[in-house]
């Protein structure tokens, strides 16, 4: 792995493509955990007027229904970074 010092054409520097998609996965991870912080914040901001001792049933069903949705919106980015992420693995080794 190459951290520094070794220069292409042009002089612009060469970046080792490991470093490069660790970048690239640590940011997938950060924009997915900043959309899992708003994701939280609409909820309980949508579902939960004021704060009490104990949750009614139209509050527990709204966080339940917002929770589901925050589940199968997780499986769907999931599922579509990781095909993403074959298809650029792929190109790599064609």
Not at 67 to 92: P, T
Request: aromatic share 8%; proline share 2%.
């Amino acid at each position: 792995m190459s951290f520094g010092g070794d220069y292409g054409a042009g002089g612009s520097p060469v970046v080792d493509k490991d470093l490069e998609r660790f970048i690239e996965e640590e940011n997938q991870k950060q924009r997915f955990q900043q959309l899992v912080n708003e994701l939280n914040e609409k909820c309980w901001d949508i579902c939960l007027d004021k704060p009490t001792q104990r949750l009614d049933s139209k509050t527990e069903t709204c966080l339940t229904n917002c929770v589901n949705r925050f589940i199968d919106a997780s499986s769907f980015i999931l599922k579509r970074l990781e095909r993403v992420g074959s298809q650029h693995h792929e190109m790599e080794f064609n």
